[in-house]
């Protein structure tokens, strides 16, 4: 059974960086053909995805965080990991890391959906 | 990015009751498009995937449907434990998107 398990500091400072990690169990990241993603839910508000890494270590973001936003991969310790510079108050959330996985459409077409959820992280930013 | 649409935000039901919550594309999306249930506190669950598969696990009382724009989640009989927020999702072009949530309450 995979397991995601979120870590990292639970409160930053604003125009620091934030750096949180997932650690998986049950799976291999670099071995099995999954994507690797982070999610987060402001308070309120809906669910918003940060972007993905693929096991190659393709990575995809989300447009608006693209500038700030990197997603690694740590084979050897088979963890991955966020990273958001210059941080606002904007970037508070619960901050959940996941596995999304890919299938074929009745539509000649492809989509991936969220199949594993950690249990999330919440960030707060602020001085 | 497409955006999602969910409707009603908030909807109040009894157990035993059947309830539908819609989502609306932006834009076509096929049938890229998954349901997800959340309880407060927690992190959200996967319920059906590819418009209408449910999740190994997930109640056949839950039923996803739609494609195109227009897309449904159904619970037949409501159950005390299905009190919760849910959300759809949609993939097109490498992206990523979620509707606002519509949250189900106990009347």
């Not at chain 1, 169990?25 to 402001?42: E, H, K, M, N, V």
């Amino acid at each position: 059974q995979v397991r995601l398990q979120e870590s990292g500091p639970g409160h930053v400072k604003p125009s620091e960086t934030l750096s949180l990690t997932c650690s998986v169990s049950g799976a291999s990241l670099t071995s099995d053909s999954y994507f690797w993603t982070w999610i987060r839910q402001p308070a309120g508000k809906p669910l918003e995805w940060v972007g993905r890494i693929y096991t190659t270590g393709t990575t995809t973001y989300r447009l608006s965080l693209r500038s700030r936003a990197t997603i690694s991969l740590d084979a050897p310790n088979n963890q991955f990991s966020l990273t958001l510079t210059s941080v606002t108050a904007a970037d508070s959330a619960v901050y959940f890391c996941a596995r999304e996985e890919a299938a074929a459409g009745s539509f000649l077409n492809y989509y991936n959906y969220i199949a594993v959820w950690g249990k999330g992280t919440t960030v707060i930013v602020s001085s | 990015d497409i955006h999602l649409t969910q409707s009603p935000s908030s909807l109040s039901a009894s157990v035993g009751d059947r309830v539908t919550i819609t989502c609306r594309a932006s834009q076509g999306i096929t049938d890229s498009l998954a349901w997800y249930q959340q309880k407060s506190g927690s992190a959200p669950k996967l319920l059906v995937y590819g418009a209408s598969t449910l999740e190994t696990g997930v109640p056949t009382r839950f039923r996803g449907r739609g494609a195109g724009t227009d897309f449904t989640l159904t619970i037949s009989s409501l159950q005390p434990e299905d009190f919760a927020t849910y959300h759809c999702q949609q993939y097109y072009g490498n992206s990523i998107t979620f509707g606002q949530g519509t949250r189900l309450e106990i009347k």
